[in-house]
Every structure is written in C-alpha cells, then in structure tokens.
C-alpha cells in the first residue's frame, strides 16, 4: 500500500492537539493543496475564513453544540460555499444591461447552484484534511457549524450567497489521540450498489447493522432505549442539535430561491 | 514535498482514458479508502452505485450536458446523499411508537439532514479521487449529474431520501491527458479571509479576477461578449445546463421539506 493510501487507511478524527503550533509554512502547504482541488468549470465556488482569533474560537466552541476542543484548536477553517465573488463579478462586468441587449436571461445564484458551490467547498475541505494528516497535523469536522446560521453570519459577516457549509480544526495531535481506535465503518454491501438502488429490506438492514448493534448492545445507553437504531434516532437524529441545524439551513436556504 | 502533496498538486482532471481497464482489486483499493473517509456521527449518509452496464454510462453521456467521455470510462461511481438507509432502519427499529411512547419528537430526513449528507458524500467521493491518483488512475467529476432529476430517479432507481450529488469518472489517464497544463486557479486573496468575511470591492475584484481576464482576451469567444465575467455569466451561469440544474435540484429538495 503506498504512502497516500496509508494516511487515508489509517486517519482518525483528532479533538486533542499539543501545544505545537501550526506554522505558517504548514498552513501554507494545506492550503495551496485545497485549492489545486478540482472545481466545477475552474470556478472556485468557495471561500475559506482563517479562525486565528481566540474570541471566535471561543464562541465556536459554544455554538456548535458545545465542544470545548474547538477552542483549543491551532488552526481552524470554515469553508464557505460561495457564489457571491462570482455573482459580484457579473455586476461589475455588467451583465444586467447587458443581457437586457442581447435578450438573453438574468437570474441570481439558486438552489442547484449552491449544491454545485457546496460541492467545490467540500473536495477542497477534505483535500486539505488530507494533505494536512500528510504532513502530521490531524483533524476535525465540526458539521455543527450548519446550526445556528444567523449567529453564525453575524459573526463572521457573511453575505447572502455564501454558505457555512463545514468547518475543520486542525492541530498536532496528542499521543492518545493518535492511539485511538478507528470508528466502525457499515459493511461494503451496505454501501454499494451495482447500476440501481436496490433499496435495503428487513433482513439486509439486520446484516449490514450487525456490527452498529453489537457496539450497542456493549455500549451505555438510557434504559429506555431498546436497540441501536433508536439510539441513533434518540440521540442523533431527533437531538435539539439535529432539530436547530435543520430549522438553521432552512433559514440559509432562503438565500438560494 | 511528500508524495501525497506531490499528488494533489499535479492533479488534472482526466477525461481521456486508455484501453487499460481498471481492475477489481484497483476498485477494492479505492473503495476502501473512500469508506475510511470522515464521516458525521460515524452514520455513513451516502451510498456509491457502481455503473458498470454500457447502456447506463451511454445514458449519462447525454443526460450529462452531453459529455460522450463518460461512456468511455472504465469506471463510474456515482455518489449519492443517502438517508434513506438510516431512515429505514429507525422504522425497522419501531422507533415511532416508541417515540409515542416517550412522548418526543418523530420526525422525517429534512434539508439540514440533506446538506450533512452531501458532506459525506462529497468528503468520500474526493478520498476516492485521491486514492485513485495515488495509484495512477486520473478521474472527472460530473457536476451535471445534478441535472435531470427525475430522468436519473428513474434510471438508478433513487428513492426519496438519497440525492445523486456528483459523479466521478475513473481511468487510466492516456499520454496527453497527463500532460494538459494545469488549469487557472484564482489567488490567494480572493480566497482566504482573516477571521471574517471580507466582500471584495470592484478594485479587488478586478485585481482577483486579473488572470481570468487575461485568459479570456487570449481565448477564443463570441464576438457580443466583451469580458471574463459576462463569459462565465452566458456561458455557464445562464446557459442551458444551468437552468436545467437549478429546476432539477429544486426538484429534488421538495423530497426534504
């Protein structure tokens, strides 16, 4: 197995950094990476904010679902899908009256253009995790950063067509960190699928989350909570957390209609 | 700098592929990889379908904004948002009655649940992109894959809670495919901003925009089209895929209301 396929085999999220910064020719290096990411028709539909300071990361830590390591972390990005360098750039070219001319269409950024913008953000976030678990310095994905939207764009100043859509802590980690046992993955026939989307039936279900309801079983849960799918649900998926990131993207998408 | 870096800095996107197919044990590898990416919650939201079948990929070669390289690739793995699965376990789990029980909340996948899914997908999709360079196999993502959502519901089977958010084409890159120069990439400055958003101005917008101007002047283009911005705004921005894309995702969000 090469070098490459090594580091992404072996990574595990790290929450806990020593007290090693990250230097400016590390962040350096994993940037430039990012942006060599492919992007949707060499548009670069994204932005990244640089959290260096020590109040927002304080307030971060708090705001997404309360995880103090955010505030311990050396160097955090929040990657912005982003269409309004773009939609900027139309009306400084004049595109408007221009259109008008040619009749031809004028129209602002929309739904299918965020999830397109979205998806610019996030190759070029996990190519900078990637590059980074390259060089030593291990991460995060903070998904949290999905809730709270209008905080979130009070704080950071963010205009209209732009959209938190994840945000990554990045630091050396610590020894333990490194030690950790990587996660359970779902087995690979639940997970692939050969020309069509054969959807899973009762017994298929039961297979592919053997392993998710054997960690239950070993696990500690409320009493109340019988099985491992409704862990997830109880826990996760109806969670206040859960129940505000999707009242928050509701809100963001508005900006997209 | 390390062969990981080395990888991600040369990338180009491949759309010319040798007769070379990609063999089973080179799909096992990147699929591995791809299945280790960060994942939120550890959940696994997405689904990959393998389009292996010619008539498929022949399909798609239209469907797609009409790109006949697709059905010329060995190796097609379309990357779906997938809440389906999850959510078919919950109710496999009896989790509403017992959430009648409980008395909490019983609710169905909504658009932030949406969103996080597109992170895992996307997140995976770009380790297998990397993975796949690691050992010598180019690749394309198909954006348009967003379009015709109702045409590709239909051809893959999708249901409700699974979302095709992109598509990655996979092969061995020919000669001059590796030697296509890398393409433009906008400068730091428009991309990168210190602790809070910073709109750009008309003078840092032309000062960003400067090589893409300067790209446009020396390419070939319609004579009524007299900058890079009204290039990208007739061109892409307003062009026909673009409108389609944008109906046909908002298509696809009625399913996450």
Same mark, same amino acid.
């Given at each position: 197995?090469?070098?490459?396929?090594?580091?992404?085999?072996?990574?595990?999220?790290?929450?806990?950094?020593?007290?090693?910064?990250?230097t400016?020719?590390?962040?350096?290096?994993? &940037?430039? #990476? =990012?942006?060599?990411?492919?992007? %949707?028709?060499?548009?670069?539909?994204?932005?990244?904010?640089? +959290?260096? !300071?020590q109040?927002?990361?304080?307030?971060?830590?708090?705001?997404?679902?309360?995880?103090?390591?955010?505030?311990?972390?050396?160097?955090v990005?929040?990657?912005?899908?982003?269409?309004?360098?773009?939609?900027?750039?139309?009306?400084?070219?004049?595109?408007?009256?221009?259109?008008?001319?040619?009749?031809?269409?004028?129209?602002?950024?929309?739904?299918?253009?965020?999830?397109?913008?979205?998806?610019?953000? &996030?190759? #070029? =976030?996990?190519?900078?995790?990637? %590059?980074?678990?390259?060089?030593?310095?291990g991460?995060?994905? +903070?998904? !949290?950063?999905?809730?709270?939207?209008?905080?979130?764009?009070?704080?950071?100043?963010?205009?209209?067509?732009?959209?938190?859509?994840?945000?990554?802590?990045?630091?050396?980690?610590?020894?333990?960190?490194?030690?950790?046992?990587?996660?359970?993955?779902?087995?690979?026939?639940?997970?692939?699928?050969?020309?069509?989307?054969?959807?899973?039936?009762?017994?298929?279900?039961?297979?592919?989350?053997?392993?998710?309801?054997?960690?239950f079983?070993?696990?500690?849960h %409320?009493?109340?909570?019988?099985?491992?799918?409704?862990?997830?649900?109880?826990?996760?998926?109806?969670?206040?957390?859960?129940?505000?990131?999707?009242?928050?993207?509701?809100?963001?998408?508005?900006?997209?209609?």
């Amino acid at each position: 197995m090469n070098e490459t396929l090594k580091i992404i085999n072996n990574r595990r999220s790290v929450r806990a950094y020593t007290s090693q910064p990250v230097t400016d020719s590390e962040k350096e290096l994993i &940037l430039n #990476a =990012a942006f060599r990411s492919p992007t %949707a028709g060499g548009l670069m539909l994204y932005s990244v904010i640089d +959290i260096a !300071d020590q109040g927002l990361k304080d307030k971060l830590a708090t705001s997404c679902d309360h995880q103090p390591f955010i505030a311990k972390a050396p160097y955090v990005l929040l990657f912005l899908a982003d269409y309004q360098r773009w939609f900027d750039y139309f009306n400084l070219s004049n595109v408007e009256p221009r259109a008008k001319e040619l009749n031809r269409p004028f129209r602002h950024p929309q739904s299918g253009d965020l999830l397109l913008a979205c998806c610019d953000a &996030l190759i #070029a =976030a996990q190519t900078a995790v990637i %590059a980074a678990e390259s060089i030593g310095i291990g991460s995060c994905y +903070i998904g !949290d950063i999905l809730e709270n939207y209008e905080y979130h764009r009070e704080l950071f100043n963010l205009p209209p067509y732009t959209l938190p859509i994840t945000m990554v802590c990045f630091g050396h980690p610590t020894e333990s960190a490194l030690r950790r046992k990587l996660t359970l993955r779902l087995p690979r026939e639940g997970l692939v699928h050969q020309d069509k989307y054969r959807r899973l039936d009762a017994d298929k279900l039961k297979t592919v989350f053997t392993d998710m309801e054997t960690q239950f079983i070993a696990g500690v849960h %409320a009493p109340e909570i019988t099985n491992a799918g409704q862990d997830v649900f109880f826990r996760k998926f109806t969670a206040d957390f859960a129940i505000e990131m999707n009242r928050s993207v509701n809100k963001m998408l508005e900006n997209w209609r």
